[in-house]
T-cell receptor
């Protein structure tokens, strides 16, 4: 069975500093995709970044990067130069060929302090 | 704007009632997904449809049912509602749902309150 674990219910970070949100996953699939989504207080879900299981380089999208450690089955999100607008709920997600569905972790609520 | 339209945005009803949530996917997307987000259980996958056919099923209760119509819009029917069904229900769509890199585009959700 596939599983996503986010162990940090809440995180605080100072504006302009970097922050790492943890995500570990469990799957027996060889081919899978890992995603991070952001959910601001307004409620919508916004795609941030994607990493494929066969990608050798870590994905980057602007201030977002994904620290992918396949052997450890971790896919941590790194946000550089945090902004007040980064305050939101962040979800790690995975899609695998075994289930053909995207499952989500419990989420981490990030608070950016001025 | 994700291009995915969900209606209604808010729904208040009583226990035992039946409601229908509607979703129109992004233009060109063939797959539709339904998720339930509650405070104590996070984002739970309910069901996925691809081009009118059910493809994957998650923790969907027997009181719940869904379908995808020929024009690709989808409806989620919730019946015999209980207090615990109160949640934010998301619809999402993707191109076809077969590729590992296929991101989901989410609607703004329907907030269901069962009183």
């Amino acid at each position: 069975a596939q599983k996503i674990t986010q162990t940090q219910p809440g995180m605080f970070v100072q504006e302009k500093e970097a922050v790492t949100l943890d995500c570990t996953y469990d799957t027996s699939d060889q081919s899978y995709g890992l995603f991070w989504y952001k959910q601001p207080s307004s409620g919508e879900m916004i795609f941030l970044i994607y990493q494929g299981s066969y990608d050798e380089q870590n994905a980057t999208e602007g201030r977002y990067s994904l620290n992918f450690q396949k052997a450890r089955k971790s896919a941590n999100l790194v946000i550089s130069a945090s902004q007040l607008g980064d305050s939101a709920m962040y979800f790690c997600a995975m899609w695998g060929t075994g289930g053909f569905k995207t499952i989500f972790g419990a989420g981490t609520r990030l608070f950016v302090k001025a | 704007d994700s291009g995915v339209t969900q209606t209604p945005k808010h729904l208040i009803t009583a226990t035992g009632q039946r409601v229908t949530l509607r979703c129109s996917p992004r233009s060109g997307d063939l797959s539709v997904y339904w998720y339930q987000q509650s405070l104590d259980q996070g984002l739970q996958f309910l069901i996925q449809y691809y081009n009118g056919e059910e493809r994957a099923k998650g923790n969907i209760l027997e009181r719940f049912s869904a379908q995808q119509f020929p024009d690709l819009h989808s409806e989620l029917n919730l019946s015999s509602l209980e207090l615990g069904d109160s949640a934010l229900y998301f619809c999402a769509s993707s191109v076809d749902g077969w590729a590992t890199n296929e991101k989901l585009f989410f609607g703004s959700g329907t907030q269901l309150s069962v009183l």
